[in-house]
């Protein structure tokens, strides 16, 4: 009983913020979830073209979002992600000639990292965090957002999704740093790996406000949050 009225009350608080807090989400954009129910996010498509540039770091062994933006919009994608597994993983798969591997990841500088990687096989992704399910080190290449837009020769970034195991707190205040226009950012927030995550999650989506962007859209496990660029809107 307890636990059926604690879970009501977190679903209440929930729709109050996202209604009247620091959630609150834009009731206009019309967001549709792009991927499967694990790797998906939410996505106003309506701000696509084909020719738009879309980034995605943090691939796994997952490129369901992927291969629907281009089904919908048959637009570039950059796909990012050190991991081996990945790595190895995305050499099997019959690509779309719009999807371009990058097998480094992206950090808040460029250099050889450590990576911690699962300690469960049937698992994919690592982490530069270190936590007790990840074991084995590995040394990758990572770059920062600035190296990644020389090397691509790339202005502007329509879509930039993240799912990068906690190291979005860093990379999001070097992607703010950046004078380059971005229309949407995608986070999956992983403030369950961090400490004082709940804060930290606050704290980025305070930045994110502040650079002009507003909540379109949060998933059903509070998790995957999308943010569109105002000066769309104009």
């Known amino acids: 009983m307890f636990k059926k009225i604690n879970r009501i009350i977190k679903h209440l608080q929930i729709k109050f913020t996202r209604r009247f807090g620091y959630l609150r989400i834009s009731e206009k954009l019309n967001p ?3 991927g499967n129910k694990y790797g998906g996010f939410y996505i106003c498509p309506q701000f696509l073209t084909p020719n738009s540039i879309v980034y995605s770091f943090g691939i796994g062994e997952d490129i369901t979002f992927d291969n629907e933006v281009i089904e919908n919009h048959n637009c570039n994608i950059f796909g990012f992600d050190p991991t081996p597994k990945s790595i190895k993983w995305i050499t099997s798969q019959n690509l779309s000639s719009k999807f371009h ?3 480094y990841g992206i950090s808040n500088k460029s250099g050889i990292t450590v ?5 469960n096989t049937e698992y994919v992704s690592g982490s530069i965090l270190i936590r007790n399910e990840l074991n084995e080190k590995v040394s990758v290449q990572m770059k920062s957002i600035n190296d990644i837009l020389n090397e691509l020769g790339h202005k502007n970034i329509d879509v930039l999704k993240m799912d990068i195991e906690g190291s979005e707190y860093d990379v999001l205040d070097d992607i703010m740093n950046t004078p380059i226009f971005i229309g949407q950012i995608l986070i999956e927030f992983h403030d369950r790996f961090v400490e004082n995550g709940k804060t930290k999650t606050r704290e980025a989506i305070k930045k994110l406000k502040a650079h002009g962007y507003i909540i379109s859209s949060i998933s059903e496990s509070n998790e995957e949050f999308s943010f569109v660029n105002k000066r769309l809107l104009k």
């Open 32 to 34: 549709v979830w792009y």
């Open 101 to 103: 591997f990058l097998a």
């Open 115 to 119: 990576f911690y990687l699962p300690k």
